[in-house]
């Protein structure tokens, strides 16, 4: 069970460090897709006009800097989809102008989108937030998700200790009456099975997050080995890892409290 | 040390198992508590260590109501009785020392200490040479011994002992009331439950007497119980 919950925390925390990776890259920033040339524009005249485009940015309340991608940084870009050939040369491919805002910088973009369109009709400004919303909501889904898989799983943990405990107070039933016969108080029995499950989830805790760590680290390892450049990187951080070594230990304090409430309940049944 | 008045003991919906019993235990006496089978002898003895709680009457341990005891109090009460049961009780995966040490390390104690005591009781019941023994490799008459080793380790004040002669040949179950005699003289309060009545009338201690559920006392039980309980059923 720990091994399922840590590949569902695991998962919950790549999500987040790739939503929160690729939110403070985009953020504070505006890509401006230019139309591809046209036959009667192309050449010096459409240079021009995404020259202009690019001084009129520069000069642009709350813009640091404006740049426009050249050929090679732009085949870079579509790399991971088009492969190493690059940009064929008959694929009419927009002009990309990168805009860098001033930090904490908020320009008006219907006005800045006006601007630009009376120099390049059909200009597009692109601030990142719908892709980003879309893909925020689905990082939010995957970590709901994953908590749910780990509240299911701590559902079950709880369950199975529950039941394991009933085992063990009837099988050790002459054992804990002839305690509770001799004077042990009600605490001295229960910690004899809390112990016991403290040990026992812990060992197992360790082993699952032993495999999951092995799962997470084989899984990251192919990733890298394909060399795919359309995922992000799936190594987890040391903060993620130190939060996965929590839940050993967690688990058997679930486990521990859960014998102890089991066993006390059950004496509370003799007089 | 222990008084019953009126006390009776059902089992759910079932017959009254002791209707209306009154006596009482003075500290330091000797009583057997005799009877038939299913007389309700062992139902009396489980009330004693505080196995059960009575239907209806009132009853007092140690000069305490046991019905206003908490239960941790009542755990402390047991740590004041000691019970040697008829199937003996033994726990076969602990050593004769370890089974013989349980009501000590219940109470907190540990170490040598604990050892050394334990060593010297089960020398004195004659079992010096099976202290790392497990009880099913003992003969019914040693464990026996080992059983009423851990009912006097916490050195109680009361001791119970339900048919602890049932196992054992007459010869071993004289010498088994000479022990709890011994231990008589040194202060504990000893009940017996027995159906042995030539092993009762062997030995002159008073008797409280059990059938259909009430108790008619004996000898010299009269006296004892209509002086502390002001009667005897």
Known sequence: MVYLASLAVAAALLVHQVTERWQKDL??????????????????????RVDQLVRLLGEWPGVAHAQHLGPAEVSALLEPWLGEAGVPQDLPVPALIA??????????????????????????????????????????T???????????IIFSAVTAVIFLTRTGLAIHQQVISLLHVIGAHD???????????????LAGGLFGLGLAAATILSVGAWLRATENEVLPDLSLSLGSWSLLLLLPPATALVAMLTARVTVLRSLARMP | MVRFEEVS??????????????????????HFVAGASGAGKSSLLRLLFLGLQPSSGRFSLFGRDVAGLSRDEKALVRRRIGVVFQDFR??????????????????????QKIHEHVTELLSWVGLADQLNAFPPTLSGGQQQRVAIARAVIARPSLLLADEPTGNVDDRLAVRLLYLFEELNKLGTTVLIATHNESLVARFSHPVLRLKDGSITPERAAYATSSSAAGTAA
């Open chain 1, 27 to 48: 953020a504070g920033g505006l890509t401006i897709q230019v139309p591809p040339p046209t036959a009667e524009d192309a050449g010096a005249v459409y240079a021009a």
């Open chain 1, 99 to 140: 805009v860098e805002l001033a930090p904490g910088a908020a320009p008006d973009l219907s006005a800045l989108t006006a601007e630009l369109r009376g120099v390049a009709p059909g200009v597009l400004v692109d601030d990142h937030q719908r892709w980003l919303g879309d893909l925020l909501a689905l990082g939010q």
């Open chain 1, 142 to 152: 995957i970590k709901v998700g994953a908590l749910v898989v780990v509240l299911l």
């Open chain 1, 187 to 201: 605490a001295y029995i229960a910690q004899q099975f809390q112990i016991h499950a403290l040990r026992l989830g």
């Open chain 2, 9 to 30: 003991l059902r089992y759910d919906a079932g017959p009254e198992i002791l209707s209306q019993v009154s006596f009482a235990l003075d500290p330091g006496s000797f």
């Open chain 2, 90 to 111: 033994l726990l076969g995966h602990l050593t004769v020392v370890e089974n013989v040490a349980l009501p000590l390390r219940v109470t907190g104690q540990k170490g």
